[in-house]
């Protein structure tokens, strides 16, 4: 090298060094490449840093959503297959060749795909704004994340009519939750609680007429959007800024598992809330569950309690609610009324009657029988006038000192002294030790009934081993799936120890190839046989192969080698051909003038290798392509052929033999990169 150029090198090395983005993980995958949950570096990271795209963990090592997320700090945006988590071995997210983009479990279930097709080329991308696209390299897009969000909106995300956010189920589950944002039947933008027996509009509140609320229903299109600086706007007029609007920063706005709306901005790397719908989350349908009541402390947050005399159904999920320790009485006489200050319980209501007094309530609701739960009695400032709600069912229960009015639950004269009593023990402490002073009889055993009870265990077992045995036999004496179909093609059916004795326990080999191994053998009825031994493969080689035998049974020609019958007993499966004496065509061939191939195994190899094996054996060494098609090329060319065309050639011959099915180009795609080329 000359001196002279010592220094430009070594400044050229330096800078590549340097570069923040040598050692970066990439932004996008092609058609037939994967993304695996086992490997920690298959991640598609946008070009500016921000989002990420990959397998998240689910709270362990071995559960896992396909998901996008914020870096800084690590924030989920949206999920894949969010209700059926995939295993953390084996699964894989997959760019098929025919355009689909698939996720895979490890059993190899497809769990989630994009359901997209195309014969163009394909690649996946992770876009600036935290947007997976699936596009052609004209720009067409198949598919993208944004058409679907889950519980997240990004600035620039449009919100549709086609289109909600959801929750999550909880502040660690990320599956489908209970709350919902989207448009309605009047095109205005709402929150809806969607509970497993109920479900309420709760925002804006269902009361208010939408005029009064800022809202428009006179707009047929039905869009919303958040931008960059924290402005968000809906074709409803609803409009709301962030507190921190006009600053530069990183922005989601989020439907959280509570069912509050809330915008994040980031704040010193943490998020904020800059916006909220909802200031009391107890006002939020479904907080609590059924008969149970919601507490908001500002510095506690939201407590749920049941009401007196119920108790949690799901000691771990308030959404399910409480359920009585009573049953009521059918007489009236014996219920009496419970009452909650400033509880107020929204909906459900059995009636509704004006300037009722409190006693004309209470037997408004005696009449209702049992469809009465309650009553709810309120004063209301604004008309100066009493309101009686008597209460089919208390859903929606929450407390505030706002609310001029009270709730008054039904129940049992008998259980109202345990109301009391428990209350009273809430300032007690210590632990109480109660021992039971009892004892128990051991009963005289009945040995008759044990005598019965051996004999019928013994004949039940008995039973049971001659039904093993059954099974067995027919197990191992029924063909696999797809087999039994060969019957009907006139091929015999070779048993596995005859084919077994036939080849002398598969002692004597006669070659070779991708699809099994070949023995030479003599049939019971004296005929030599060449018998090949598949390997091992899965259902759908299986049901291929038996098309392929089917066919072979429909062809009659002087040139195919005849097939004289097949064994498939389990795992084992073989098939009997005609034994030709002087050997194969191919071997003939091969030996007297396909010289190039005995020059592959001339450089360097040590043994003979498939010809497909030593190509990509020798690109993964980063063998020149030009070098490697003179080594394979046929010599009787004498170098009459385009380099180029050849390198094509080859490129998509070794496509063509993957030897994952689904890794292997169509008809179609082979002749549009082979027509793109000649372009």
């Not at 690590?74 to 894989?92: E, H, I, L, Q």
């Amino acid at each position: 090298m000359n001196s002279s150029n010592i220094p430009f090198v070594f400044l050229l090395l330096i800078a590549l060094l340097a570069s923040p983005f040598s050692f970066s993980l990439p932004d996008s995958i092609t058609q037939g490449s994967s993304l695996s949950v086992e490997k920690p570096r298959d991640i598609l990271t946008s070009s500016n840093g921000i989002f990420s795209a990959g397998f998240y963990p689910l709270g362990g090592d071995n559960a896992f959503y396909f998901a996008i997320w914020f870096n800084k700090p690590s924030t989920a945006v949206w999920y894949a297959n969010r209700d059926f988590p995939v295993n953390g071995k084996k699964s894989k997210l997959s760019l098929l060749k025919n355009g689909n983009l698939v996720l895979r479990d490890a059993d190899g279930l497809i769990v989630w795909s994009t359901d997209t097709s195309s014969t163009a080329y394909v690649q996946l991308k992770l876009c600036d704004s935290g947007n997976l696209v699936l596009q052609e390299t004209g720009g067409t897009t198949l598919w993208q994340s944004f058409n679907f969000p889950t519980d997240t909106l990004l600035p620039l995300q449009s919100l549709t009519r086609t289109t909600q956010l959801v929750s999550s189920r909880s502040q660690s589950n990320f599956s489908t939750g209970f709350y919902s944002l989207l448009f309605d039947h009047e095109n205005l933008l709402r929150l809806l609680y969607d509970g497993p027996d109920v479900s309420s509009i709760y925002w804006f509140a269902p009361w208010l007429i939408s005029w009064k609320a800022g809202r428009s229903t006179f707009y047929s299109r039905t869009n919303a959007v958040l931008d960059e600086i924290g402005k968000f706007i809906s074709s409803d007029n609803l409009n709301f800024k962030a507190a921190d609007y006009g600053t530069i920063t990183q922005r989601r706005l989020t439907l959280d598992f509570d069912g509050n709306l809330r915008l994040y901005c980031l704040n010193e790397g943490k998020w904020v809330v800059s916006w909220q719908a909802i200031s009391n989350p107890c006002t939020i349908h479904g907080s609590c569950g059924e008969n149970s009541v919601c507490h908001h402390v500002k510095t506690l947050g939201r407590k749920c309690s049941c009401l007196p005399g119920f108790t949690m159904l799901n000691e771990s999920d308030w959404s399910y609610g409480c359920k009585p320790t009573f049953i009521t009485p059918k007489s009236n006489d014996k219920t009496e009324f419970f009452m909650m200050k400033n509880t107020e319980f929204y909906g459900y209501d059995h009636g509704y009657f004006e300037n009722y007094t409190l006693e004309m309530c209470k037997k408004a609701c005696f009449a209702g029988q049992h469809k009465c739960k309650g009553i709810q009695y309120a004063y209301i400032q604004e008309e100066c006038i009493w309101k009686c709600y008597p209460k089919a069912r208390f859903l929606n229960g929450h407390h505030s000192v706002d609310f001029t009015g009270d709730t008054y639950v039904k129940i049992p004269k008998s259980s109202l002294h345990l109301l009391f009593a428990k209350s009273a023990k809430l300032g007690c402490s210590g632990i109480v030790n109660v021992t039971l002073n009892r004892r128990y009889e051991k009963q005289k055993e009945n040995t008759s009934v044990r005598y019965l009870l051996y004999f019928v265990c013994a004949l039940g077992g008995v039973e049971a081993f001659v039904i093993i045995l059954l099974w067995i036999f027919l197990r191992d004496n029924e063909p696999p799936p797809g087999f039994a179909v060969l019957d009907t093609t006139g091929f015999r059916r070779y048993t596995y120890r005859e084919l077994k004795k036939a080849t002398k326990n598969f002692s004597n080999e006669i070659g070779r190839g991708a699809g099994g191994i070949v023995y030479k053998g003599i049939l019971p009825d004296n005929r030599v046989a060449a018998i090949k031994r598949l390997y091992e493969s899965g259902q759908e080689e299986v049901s291929d192969l038996v098309a392929e035998i089917s066919t072979i049974g429909n062809l009659n020609h002087m040139n195919l080698i005849e097939m004289w019958g097949y064994c498939a007993e389990r795992n084992q499966k073989l098939l009997v051909y005609e034994y030709l004496e002087h050997g194969s065509i191919a071997a003939n061939l091969i030996s007297n003038s396909l010289d190039y191939v005995e020059l592959a195994n001339s450089v360097g190899e040590t043994e003979q290798r498939r010809l497909v094996t030593w190509v990509k054996e020798k690109m993964s060494e980063g063998m020149i392509m030009e070098s490697m098609i003179e080594e394979i090329i046929d010599p009787r060319l004498e170098g009459l052929y385009d380099a180029s065309q050849m390198a094509i050639m080859v490129s998509v011959a070794l496509q063509c033999v993957e030897e994952d099915r689904n890794e292997r180009p169509t008809m179609s795609q082979v002749v549009e990169m082979l027509l793109r080329h000649s372009n």
